[in-house]
């Protein structure tokens, strides 16, 4: 076992902060803080799994800077020691599931960088498997009751899978959507910025904007370094045509992280609905030399070309390449692709290609299940039959 598995931990460890950008500010802790956290942590764990109440998908983030909650491990420890003091008057076992639930957590306790740490120092399935050891414990408790009749012992354990399963239930609630469980997770952690962050994605799908606005404003705040929301941010005010309020996160964005692609590609938006041309055609040209492409960039700017109300910015010859760009590098079977390429067609007056482009695109996003986008292409799709164009603001 640890042979197998102690150069996978480490190898694990070495990914998640080599490539998964688990560095920086968030992680910078000293190693009284990794105590803090590690202690802390498996007493977390320990009453989860004995009082599993107001479970959330993800929990606030402990602050770890007082050197008074070194009393936690310091607990942890006593309660050890006095497992193995006491181990020939109460057996062994207590002290090995405890032994196998603190050994199974450590890679997880803090000692070693990992991603979500950035959000939470604790989450419910990495304890699954650490779980066994304490379970495996609890369930020769009822032999011990010895003066208490079988089916009176029967019953309180079917009583025990009874509750469980129904808080099993309830608690899958919060899976239907992505809705519901990032308005869970606010419920239960008003301060996720991850959350709000996520929540916002959701509503701009679903054409919600000014929600979206509002839950992008909130992890910025409580986030000052998360460039993902800032880049949103500025998309979502890009949408709603705040042109130089949306260049500013957008820069912002670019500021702190400077390789995150997704915030070039929306600067050159920017660009372009500011009649800069050359400039975003510049940040177009290195986006288009880098690997791999940003292809959600690419259709973005190749909708704004495509459809823009604007005579300066509108060139749906060159929607048209950049769109066949996308399609061809996703088979032509992305229907947000081929819906731009069906409104670059309808901008020259090439209706027949545009009502047949567009027909595909909303067989694919019936076969995705994005019924919302099958619905707005098919709007589309009338005009071109009737010889019209589209025009719109955002994409």
Same mark, same amino acid.
């Given at each position: 076992?640890?042979?197998?598995?102690?150069?996978?931990?480490?190898?694990?460890?070495?990914?998640?902060? #080599?490539?998964?950008?688990?560095?920086?500010?968030?992680?910078?802790?000293?190693?009284?803080?990794?105590?803090?956290?590690?202690?802390?942590?498996?007493?977390?764990?320990?009453?989860?799994?004995?009082?599993?109440?107001?479970?959330?998908?993800?929990?606030?983030?402990?602050?770890?800077? /007082?050197?008074?909650?070194?009393?936690?491990? =310091?607990?942890?420890?006593?309660?050890?020691?006095?497992?193995?003091?006491?181990?020939?008057?109460?057996?062994?076992?207590?002290?090995?599931?405890? $032994?196998?639930?603190?050994?199974?957590?450590?890679?997880?306790?803090?000692?070693?960088?990992?991603?979500?740490?950035?959000?939470?120092?604790?989450?419910?399935?990495?304890?699954?498997? /650490?779980?066994?050891?304490?379970?495996?414990?609890?369930?020769?408790?009822?032999?011990?009751? /010895?003066?208490?009749?079988?089916?009176?012992?029967?019953?309180?354990? %079917?009583?025990?899978?009874?509750?469980?399963?129904?808080?099993?239930?309830?608690?899958?609630?919060?899976?239907?959507?992505?809705?519901?469980?990032?308005?869970?997770?606010?419920?239960?952690?008003?301060?996720?910025?991850?959350?709000?962050?996520?929540? %916002?994605?959701?509503?701009?799908?679903?054409?919600?904007?000014?929600?979206?606005?509002? #839950?992008?404003?909130?992890?910025?705040?409580?986030?000052?370094?998360?460039?993902?929301?800032?880049?949103?941010? %500025?998309?979502?005010?890009?949408?709603?045509?705040?042109?130089?309020? =949306? =260049?500013?996160?957008?820069?912002?964005?670019?500021?702190?992280?400077?390789?995150?692609?997704?915030?070039?590609?929306?600067?050159?938006?920017?660009?372009?609905?500011?009649?800069?041309?050359?400039?975003?055609?510049?940040?177009?040209?290195?986006?288009?030399?880098?690997?791999?492409?940003?292809?959600? %960039?690419?259709?973005?700017?190749?909708?704004?070309?495509?459809? /823009?109300?604007?005579?300066?910015?509108?060139?749906?010859?060159?929607?048209?390449?950049?769109?066949?760009?996308?399609?061809?590098?996703?088979?032509?079977?992305?229907?947000?692709?081929?819906?731009?390429?069906? =409104?670059?067609?309808?901008?020259?007056?090439?209706?027949?290609? $545009?009502?047949?482009?567009?027909?595909?695109?909303?067989? #694919?996003?019936?076969?995705?299940?994005?019924?919302?986008?099958?619905?707005?292409?098919?709007?589309?799709?009338?005009?071109?039959?009737?010889?019209?164009?589209?025009?719109?603001?955002?994409?």
């Amino acid at each position: 076992y640890f042979l197998v598995g102690l150069p996978i931990g480490l190898l694990t460890a070495w990914l998640e902060v #080599h490539h998964v950008e688990a560095a920086g500010v968030s992680f910078d802790l000293e190693f009284y803080q990794r105590c803090i956290v590690a202690g802390r942590a498996i007493v977390f764990y320990f009453f989860k799994l004995v009082w599993p109440n107001d479970l959330t998908f993800i929990y606030p983030r402990w602050q770890v800077t /007082s050197p008074w909650l070194l009393l936690v491990p =310091a607990f942890v420890a006593l309660c050890l020691f006095t497992l193995w003091f006491l181990r020939k008057r109460i057996g062994k076992a207590p002290l090995a599931a405890a $032994a196998f639930f603190v050994v199974t957590l450590g890679p997880i306790l803090g000692f070693f960088n990992g991603y979500a740490f950035q959000f939470s120092f604790v989450a419910d399935h990495w304890q699954y498997l /650490s779980s066994l050891g304490v379970i495996a414990l609890a369930s020769a408790f009822p032999n011990l009751l /010895s003066g208490v009749s079988r089916n009176v012992r029967s019953a309180a354990l %079917g009583f025990i899978l009874v509750a469980l399963a129904l808080l099993t239930a309830r608690q899958s609630f919060i899976y239907t959507s992505k809705d519901t469980l990032w308005r869970d997770t606010l419920l239960k952690n008003p301060n996720c910025w991850l959350a709000h962050n996520n929540l %916002g994605v959701d509503l701009i799908e679903r054409g919600v904007l000014r929600g979206a606005e509002e #839950h992008y404003r909130a992890a910025v705040r409580l986030n000052p370094r998360y460039y993902e929301a800032e880049n949103n941010l %500025g998309e979502a005010l890009l949408a709603r045509n705040q042109v130089e309020e =949306a =260049a500013r996160h957008i820069n912002r964005s670019i500021e702190i992280n400077p390789t995150y692609a997704a915030s070039h590609w929306n600067q050159a938006l920017v660009l372009a609905r500011q009649a800069r041309s050359d400039e975003a055609y510049e940040i177009v040209d290195q986006g288009l030399q880098q690997r791999p492409i940003y292809l959600a %960039g690419v259709n973005a700017f190749a909708w704004l070309l495509a459809t /823009s109300p604007d005579e300066r910015v509108r060139k749906p010859r060159g929607a048209e390449e950049l769109a066949h760009r996308c399609c061809e590098a996703t088979r032509y079977a992305n229907p947000r692709f081929l819906d731009t390429l069906a =409104a670059a067609y309808a901008n020259q007056n090439q209706f027949g290609r $545009a009502a047949e482009t567009a027909s595909q695109a909303i067989d #694919h996003a019936a076969r995705l299940g994005e019924t919302t986008l099958a619905c707005e292409i098919t709007r589309r799709l009338e005009l071109y039959k009737t010889g019209k164009g589209y025009l719109a603001f955002r994409r």
